[in-house]
C-alpha cells in the first residue's frame, strides 16, 4: 500500500528566502510522485513529476524537489520565495500507472510575507 | 490546454435535496474522477470512471452516485444531501493509462 506525509501542515516564509516544504512517502513498488499547488479558490495545478528518470526534477516556476530513495523523501524546494508562491501545496504518490489511483498528502499551506 | 469545467462554483442546499455536481472536459481524456477537498484531510477520491457508463469506487464512495453517459461529462450525485458532505468537490481528468491529473477549479457545496 502507499501513503504519503506532508511533515508540516504549514510553512512561513519571508519573500527572498529560501523554500523547503517536505514530504516522505510510503510505497511497494517504484513509485510515481508529483507535487501540485493550489491557489485560494483554484483547482490543483501539477509543479513537477518524478518517474525513475533523473532524481532532480524540475518544476513550474522554479520549483523543483529531489527524489531519495534511502531516505524515502520528495521535498520541495525554492531558491528565493516570492509573493505569488502563497498557496497549498500536495505531494502525492502513485503505484499504479493504469488507472491513475493516485494518494494525496494532507497539505502544506505556504505563507509569504513581504 | 486540457480545460476541465466545473458548472457551479458555489452551491447552498438543504438537508436531504438531491444534488448534481456537474464536470465537463474538452480534451478527450478516458478517465475522469471526483475527489472531496476538506482542510487537513488533503484530497480523498470519491469515484472515478475509464470510460463511459463505468465507474469504480473510491475511497469514500458512501452517500455518492456518479453518471458517464457521455466521455466528455462526469456527473456526481448525492442522492440526499447531509451536513457531513459540506466540502470542496474537485473534478479531474487524465489520458488513459496516465497519472497525472487535470483538476477543474472546484465547486463549494454547503449543505444547510
Known amino acids: 500500500a502507499q501513503s504519503v506525509t506532508q511533515l508540516d501542515s504549514h510553512v512561513s516564509v519571508s519573500e527572498g528566502t529560501p523554500v523547503l516544504l517536505r514530504c516522505n512517502y510510503s510505497s511497494s513498488y517504484s513509485p510515481s510522485l508529483f507535487w501540485y499547488v493550489q491557489h485560494p479558490n483554484k483547482g490543483l495545478q501539477l509543479l513537477l513529476k518524478?518517474?525513475?528518470?533523473?532524481?532532480l526534477v524540475k518544476g513550474i516556476n522554479g520549483f523543483e524537489a529531489e527524489f531519495k530513495k534511502s531516505e524515502t523523501s520528495f521535498h520541495l524546494t525554492k531558491p528565493s520565495a516570492h509573493m505569488s508562491d502563497a498557496a497549498e501545496y500536495f505531494c502525492?504518490?502513485?503505484?499504479?500507472?493504469?488507472?491513475?489511483?493516485?494518494?494525496f498528502g494532507k497539505g502544506t499551506m505556504l505563507l509569504v510575507s513581504p | 490546454d486540457v480545460k476541465v469545467t466545473q458548472s457551479s462554483r458555489y452551491l447552498v442546499k438543504r438537508t436531504g435535496e438531491k444534488v448534481f455536481l456537474e464536470c465537463v472536459q474538452d480534451?478527450?481524456?478516458?478517465?475522469m474522477f471526483w475527489y472531496r477537498q476538506d482542510p487537513g484531510l488533503g484530497l480523498r477520491l470519491i469515484y472515478f470512471?475509464?470510460?463511459?457508463?463505468?465507474?469504480e469506487k473510491g475511497d469514500i464512495p458512501e452517500g455518492y452516485s456518479v453518471s458517464r453517459e457521455k466521455k466528455e461529462r462526469f456527473s456526481l450525485i448525492l442522492e440526499s444531501a447531509s451536513t457531513n458532505q459540506t466540502s470542496m468537490y474537485l473534478c479531474?481528468?487524465?489520458?488513459?493509462?496516465?497519472?497525472?491529473?487535470?483538476f477543474g477549479a472546484g465547486s463549494r457545496l454547503t449543505v444547510l
Open positions: 480534451m478527450d481524456h478516458e478517465n
Open positions: 470512471s475509464y470510460d463511459v457508463k463505468m465507474k
Open positions: 479531474a481528468s487524465a489520458v488513459s493509462g496516465a497519472n497525472v491529473l487535470t
Open positions: 502525492v504518490v502513485s503505484e499504479d500507472s493504469g488507472y491513475s489511483t493516485l494518494t
Open positions: 518524478y518517474t525513475s528518470a533523473a532524481t
